[in-house]
């Protein structure tokens, strides 16, 4: 194991320890189980990549504002030509 400190707000410190003593392990042990919980919410580039897959054209019926601007007239004007 390696030593690392970190600086943490009152309030957490406070709710780290109050969990830390309703199951019995220490502050460090519970700091411990909250990265590895936290590495192991890491997700995939594969369940990325579906998320973004499912989501497409989930705005299709929604309604945007024009916003078109002089530059992006002339940037599409440089594209059509």
Known sequence: MQR???YLEESQTDAMD????QQGISRAELIRRLIDEGLARQPSID???SAINDS???AR???FPDR??????YLEGLWRS
């Open 18 to 21: 109050a969990l830390a003593a």
């Open 4 to 6: 690392t400190n970190i």
């Open 47 to 49: 369940s990325l990549l």
């Open 56 to 58: 497409f054209g989930a």
């Open 61 to 63: 019926d929604v309604d």
């Open 68 to 73: 078109s601007t002089e530059r992006e007239d």
